[in-house]
């Protein structure tokens, strides 16, 4: 099977854009869930999805969001973002079942790099 | 809360030695242990999970990882290192005491470890 794969795996911006970031997860997994990796914080949870719900939400601000289609690919939107905003954002995928079994290992994409300019 | 720390920043050790990463952990229930592996500039690499059941937990390349219930530890260990094990490791929890419902996972702050030809 394929992969996770984010697009793009590189995106600069400029303080008060807004940016959206995509991922496909493994074919077959219904759980997308999305990490914050930086230097000094270290990987942080963002949010995930399970079956276009989010179902678990991490200590971020309104301005971080996504979102799960149908197909399950899900996408993170940051608006106004900020100089810290800069780090490299993780999609991970897992193939959960609907009652939430914890046992499901998350695998992880290849990262897009975000530089907020 | 959960949490994960790994006291060693960086390990160094000889091409031909065993070496091991530390990771200790606080959950309030019972945890569900991973070991990651990050290359420059990739995601995350599934390494092994401990959910239940033997303490020593065998995964991929030749890695295992020893679970200790009285001292709260998940040390990954490997006994013959070689020089392309070079990379940052993560070791990450995830409290089933939380419910079904909590997916996330908690990542220590990585370990770089160096093996040394």
């Known amino acids: 099977k394929a992969g996770v794969t984010q697009t793009p795996r590189y995106l600069i911006k400029t303080r008060g854009q807004q940016v959206t970031l995509s991922c496909s997860p493994i074919?077959?997994?219904?759980?997308v869930s999305w990490y914050q990796q930086t230097p000094g914080q270290g990987l942080q949870f963002l949010f995930e999805?399970?079956?276009?719900?989010?179902?678990n939400k991490g200590n971020f601000p309104g301005r971080f969001s996504g979102r799960q289609f149908s197909n399950s690919r899900s996408e993170m939107n940051v608006s106004t973002l900020e100089l810290g905003d800069s780090a490299l954002y993780l999609c991970?995928?897992?193939?959960?079942?609907?009652?939430?079994?914890?046992?499901?290992?998350?695998?992880f994409g290849p990262g897009t790099r975000l530089t907020v300019l | 809360a959960q949490s994960v720390a790994q006291p060693e920043d960086q390990v160094n050790v000889a091409e031909g030695n065993p070496l091991t990463v530390k990771c200790t952990y606080s959950?309030?229930?019972?945890?569900?242990l991973f070991w990651y592996v990050q290359y420059p500039n990739r995601g995350l690499q599934f390494l092994l999970k401990y959910i239940t059941g033997d303490n020593l937990v065998k995964g991929s390349y030749g890695f295992e990882a020893e679970f200790n219930k009285s001292q709260t530890s998940f040390h990954l260990k490997k006994p013959s290192a070689l020089v392309s094990d070079s990379a940052l490791y993560f070791c990450?929890?995830?409290?089933?005491?939380?419910?079904?419902?909590?997916?996330?996972?908690?990542f220590g702050k990585g370990t770089k470890l160096s093996v040394i030809p």
């Open positions: 999805y399970f079956s276009e719900t989010q179902r």
């Open positions: 990450a929890v995830r409290d089933i005491g939380s419910g079904a419902g909590s997916y996330q996972l908690t």
């Open positions: 991970a995928s897992s193939d959960r079942l609907a009652g939430g079994s914890s046992t499901d290992t998350q695998y």
């Open positions: 959950v309030s229930g019972n945890p569900y």
């Open positions: 074919s077959g997994h219904r759980s």
